[in-house]
């Protein structure tokens, strides 16, 4: 069956420290793995997304780390902010195939 | 929301009755989907649609159908609304398989 895992489920981060969420994936098929994030009464929307021809890619706060003999990726986010308290996504698809979503995590900074 | 609207935006119905969402797109892109997203499930796909009159099931179908009779629209029906069908559901596009989606706002459905 092909399922993305994720967790933590829910995190708490201190304003100004590093939010940190991972996935893994079973199928080695995938190769596009994109990141959703979520706000309260809001569609997901596109936050940054790698293929695995790279192992880190990074836009601003936000980086992903990918390890493809694991089978993990993950996000990070620096210097994390309030503004950034949302609902994360990871998801993983191959060739024309439709995206697998993890379950998500729901991030809170405090301030 | 890349100029995608679902519509109604918030419904309330009883158990038993019929409900039409709909998804209208200007985007023109040729994959457009279903979601349900639930507490601890995530976003579950319920149908998809790689071009007018084709639809596919994703995993969880049962109690939905699907159609589209235009490239800008994609509706999804509840032939007889249960309660477990209360949920959010969003709609997303893609020009091609497999790569980015770009979600709509949501539809908040209660079946009571």
């Known amino acids: 069956q092909q399922q993305v895992k994720q967790s933590p489920q829910s995190l708490i981060v201190q304003k100004g420290g590093i939010s940190i969420i991972n996935c893994a994936y079973e199928n080695t098929a995938f190769d596009y793995f994109p990141w959703y994030q979520q706000f309260p009464g809001k569609g997901p929307a596109l936050l940054i997304a790698i293929r695995p021809d790279v192992s880190e890619k990074k836009e601003g706060r936000f980086t992903i780390s990918f390890n493809k003999s694991a089978k993990q990726f993950s996000l990070h986010i620096m210097d994390s902010q309030p503004g950034d308290s949302a609902t994360y996504f990871c998801?993983?698809?191959?060739?024309?195939?439709?995206?697998?979503f993890g379950k998500g995590t729901m991030l809170l900074v405090s301030p | 929301d890349a100029g995608i609207t679902q519509s109604p935006r918030h419904k309330v119905t009883e158990t038993g009755t019929p409900v039409t969402l709909r998804c209208h797109q200007t985007?023109?892109?040729?994959?457009m989907y279903w979601y349900r997203q639930d507490p601890g499930h995530g976003l579950r796909l319920i149908h998809y649609?790689?071009?007018?009159?084709?639809?596919d099931k994703g995993e969880v179908s049962d109690g939905y159908s699907v159609s589209r009779s235009k490239t800008e629209d994609f509706l999804l029906t509840l032939e007889s609304a249960t309660s477990s069908q209360t949920s959010v559901y969003f709609c997303a596009i893609e020009s091609r398989g497999g790569g980015t989606q770009y979600f709509g706002p949501g539809t908040r459905l209660l079946v009571l």
């Open positions: 998801a993983a698809s191959s060739g024309y195939s439709t995206l697998t």
């Open positions: 649609s790689y071009g007018v009159k084709d639809t």
């Open positions: 985007e023109n892109h040729r994959y």
